[in-house]
């Protein structure tokens, strides 16, 4: 009954904070170089958690923005991963998301125009353009936020990752940053409406680079970034 009662008085409170926030962020994206985008976007995914009953916290030091790009891959909990992240980011990141959150009024053109790709996994060919359009923003400097599992997780776990990032990774080069987001699921859940108040938690682990993972496959390459997630989950500092 509690969850259900705070639910319905912060789930307006936050609509009518974060349609607003879209519009303005979408004429800004005109505005302001994508280099500068950052210092609007970590304020709003601060106000995002704060006005859904989170406070967030972070765990470890964040990577150097001298050593850009990176790939930041993270276990997929909640619909506040996004915000998890980007609350600590100081630079331009872009991400993949599934297609259809592209025709949504506003927000589909405001990721688009920020740089977002969109990806449809269930199309190979359609897949594989999309991972090259990725590779040719990293080769360029882009940075990119990526869920390996591909979609939240139903039970809290952990789950199995998919093969794309971990294609970019070998055909690029980029450092990799794995990062344990805490709490979100409890937060809200995938198959639930209502909202769990507390704490969310951004755990970063070490940059991976390239001479760390050049001599290994991708499915090694993959189960060397989960293992490291998983740690990172469960408190160890990798």
């Known amino acids: 009954m509690y969850k259900t009662i705070i639910s319905i008085i912060l789930w307006p409170i936050w609509y009518l904070f974060f349609i607003p926030s879209l519009v303005l962020m979408y004429f800004l994206i005109y505005v302001v170089p994508k280099k500068h985008y950052h210092f609007f976007i970590r304020p709003c995914c601060w106000i995002y958690c704060f006005l859904a009953g989170q406070w967030l916290n972070k765990e470890n030091d964040i990577p150097s923005i001298d050593g850009q790009p990176y790939l930041y891959l993270f276990n997929h909990v909640s619909m506040f991963d996004q915000f998890m992240i980007g609350a600590y980011i100081k630079h331009h990141i872009s991400a993949v998301g599934a297609k259809e959150i592209f025709k949504y009024p ?10 977002a790709i969109p990806i449809i996994r269930s199309r190979l060919n359609s897949a594989i353009k999309s991972l090259s359009l990725v590779e040719d923003a990293i080769n360029r400097g882009v940075s990119f936020i990526i869920a390996p599992e591909g979609t939240r997780t139903k039970t809290g776990e952990l789950g199995s990752f998919k093969k794309g990032p971990f294609h970019l990774a070998k055909n690029t080069g980029i450092t990799i940053v794995p990062i344990a987001l805490i709490g979100g699921f409890r937060a809200k859940k995938k198959v639930d409406w209502r909202l769990k108040p507390g704490f969310l938690t951004t755990r970063f682990g070490s940059p991976i680079k390239k001479n760390e993972y050049e001599n290994l496959s991708v499915d090694e390459i993959s189960a060397l970034i989960k293992k490291k997630i998983q740690k990172l989950i469960e408190g160890e500092i990798v």
């Open 106 to 115: 506003v927000f589909g053109n405001l990721i688009k125009s920020y740089g």
